[in-house]
């Protein structure tokens, strides 16, 4: 089974986090706001859920069987 798991970290688990970097850096450099006192204001909780269900929907099935071993 550690070749599945390995295979799974690096190669899917990987991609997900990079996209979600790209989600992220998106939201940085284009959609943070400031607070009145001027402070960035975190991200709403739904917020980061829709960037971990868009990063996960970058992700095909076909991909994740083309890179599983055997």
């Known amino acids: 089974m550690a070749a599945y798991f390995r295979t799974l970290d690096i190669a899917v688990n990987k991609l997900l986090k990079d996209y979600l970097v790209l989600e992220i850096n998106d ?3 284009n959609r943070m706001v400031r ?3 001027g402070n960035f204001e975190k991200p709403k909780l739904q ?3 829709t960037w971990e269900k868009n990063a996960k929907d970058e992700i095909t099935e076909g991909y994740v069987v083309n890179v599983l071993p055997g």
Request: glycine content about 0%; hydrophobic content about 35%.
């Open 27 to 29: 939201y940085i450099e």
């Open 47 to 49: 917020k980061v859920v």
């Open 35 to 37: 607070n009145p006192r």
